[in-house]
């Protein structure tokens, strides 16, 4: 049965004691069981609420939001500009429902990690907690039940697609901050860890989970114009980068080698943005420019990670 990721907003009507909100977003790969998981957390947490004697935590709803809800059937993952159009209202509504009296469960195709990123500064931007959730499931494993789903007309997806889906899916990494902390769900574990997804998003009896955003993701006042700059002149070095490899070589695509130093300094190996085979206009790359600021300029990042968050943005972007 395949699944897809979630996401839990939780809040409290009481502006003394407030509960923060709750991100869950589950990630993996087509048809590994993501809504199975999904359901089993959502009964769990539902038990939960239901039978707590904390008043901010009964007040507390649960909201699903999936493809299926929102109407988008699985073959908008096999069109680039169907599949980001797609993105763009799954996230749409789950920032509509980032409200400290919901738990969301954001249950889809999270298998990009520039995706992921953004959710996780959508959180961060209303002072959500978060955590992913992995079903791990064997390649194998998850084509033997997207075939199986096939059989018997319940589901699963056109056998070239979820091959596609599946070269394109890029794992969480519990070492970056976007993923953390990461559950794994092993595909034979009956029961996801529900006491500890509750623990890292709610907090323990007695305790209550307080949302501090961090430097990286909190815009200090007293830089924020000297943050911008920077945010734009980086971006915009970058891009003038693939712009004129893009001149010498004849509007083709390739590797190109960003050279820029605030970019490269501290990163091992060298920073590539690959360009697809019929290369990148101008107005695309100014547009994607525009997008990453816009998204960024709220949220402060390390200076030293600016430049390789754009550049994974931009790739990310060129794959679809």
């Known amino acids: 049965m395949p699944v897809r990721p979630l996401l839990f907003v939780l809040s409290s009507p009481c502006p003394l004691t407030p509960i923060p909100h709750q991100l869950i977003l589950l990630s993996g790969l087509p048809t590994s069981g993501k809504t199975q998981r999904t359901q089993q957390i959502q009964a769990d947490f539902s038990?939960?609420?239901s039978s707590s004697t904390d008043p901010h935590i009964r007040s507390l709803r649960i909201v699903h939001i999936s493809d299926s809800s929102l109407g988008l059937s699985r073959t908008v993952y096999d069109a680039g500009r169907a599949e980001k159009d797609a993105r763009a209202a799954f996230s749409s509504a789950v920032k509509r429902e980032l409200t400290r009296e919901t738990i969301v469960l954001a249950d889809g195709m999270n298998y990009i990690k520039g995706f992921r990123y953004q959710l996780y500064c959508e959180a961060k931007a209303v002072r959500t907690t978060s955590c992913v959730?992995?079903?791990a499931v064997p390649p194998a494993v998850a084509r033997e039940w997207n075939e199986k789903a096939l059989a018997e007309g319940s589901g699963g997806y056109d056998k070239e697609l979820w091959e596609n889906l599946v070269f394109r899916h890029e794992e969480p990494n519990g070492m970056n901050r976007w993923d953390a902390p990461l559950f794994v769900v092993p595909?034979?574990?009956?029961?996801?860890p529900y006491e500890e997804i509750w623990d890292a998003l709610v907090g323990k009896p007695g305790e209550r989970k307080e949302v501090r955003p961090n430097a990286a993701t909190v815009l200090k006042k007293g830089a924020e114009s000297g943050y911008l700059a920077f945010l734009?002149?980086?971006?915009g070095e970058v891009v003038k980068e693939v712009e004129e490899w893009g001149r010498e070589n004849g509007g083709q695509g390739g590797s190109v080698e960003?050279?820029?130093?605030d970019v490269v300094q501290g990163r091992e190996g060298p920073v590539v943005v690959e360009v697809p085979v019929d290369g990148v206009k101008g107005p695309q790359?100014?547009?994607?420019?525009r997008q990453f600021v816009a998204q960024n300029r709220v949220n402060e990042i390390d200076k030293r990670r600016v430049g390789g968050l754009f550049v994974d943005y931009l790739n990310d972007a060129f794959q679809d």
């Not at 960003?258 to 130093?261: D, E, K, N, V």
């Not at 790359?285 to 420019?289: G, V």
């Open 285 to 289: 790359l100014q547009r994607l420019r």
């Open 187 to 192: 595909y034979d574990d009956e029961h996801p």
């Open 47 to 49: 038990s939960r609420i």
């Open 232 to 235: 734009e002149r980086v971006c």
């Open 258 to 261: 960003i050279r820029c130093s």
């Open 133 to 135: 959730v992995q079903p």
